[in-house]
């Protein structure tokens, strides 16, 4: 079979593949550009037909589960305040139990510490432990084990 009929079987599959989204059509175009390729360099039909069902077996046994676990797994990313959890911020205002004012991130935020018994004093350094609305609470990091 001529390479370039490998070709539009490929771009068929990646079209059903976009349409789908199983992960199934897409290897199977792959498979097919691995068939083109084989077809490209002089092997005969049957050599193509080996190398597409090579190439599609291993990309649906061994690459279609790796792909799927991957996809399923929780995003490692977090955005919007929950991206400020853990990081690291300089006390700008005295910060108790109650108040206080830190610089995270470039901006200032308002904060309160995590113990309601702390005074944490200008200047220091904290870890943000959570964010309650547009609050901060932060544990100072000399403290941190």
């Known amino acids: 079979m001529p390479w370039f009929l490998w070709l539009l079987a490929a771009a068929a599959l990646g079209a059903a593949e976009f349409f789908t989204l199983t992960l199934v059509f897409g290897l ?4 097919a ?3 083109a390729v084989v077809s490209g360099i002089g092997v005969g039909l049957l050599g193509q037909l080996i190398a597409f069902a090579a190439a599609a077996a ?19 990313v977090r955005d919007g ?18 108040r206080g004012l830190i610089k995270l991130s470039g901006e200032h935020w308002s904060a309160r ?3 309601e018994s702390q ?10 432990m959570e964010i309650e609305g547009a609050t901060a609470i932060v544990y100072p990091r000399e403290l941190l084990p």
């Open 119 to 128: 005074v944490i004093p200008v200047g220091a350094l904290v870890d943000v």
């Open 113 to 115: 510490t995590l113990d």
């Open 81 to 98: 305040s929950d991206a400020l959890i853990g990081k690291r911020a300089e006390v700008l205002q005295e910060v108790t139990a109650t």
């Open 33 to 35: 550009l691995v068939a």
């Open 58 to 76: 291993a990309g649906l046994v061994i690459g279609r589960p790796l792909a799927l676990r991957q996809m399923n797994q929780a995003p490692l």
């Open 28 to 31: 199977l175009a792959g498979a």
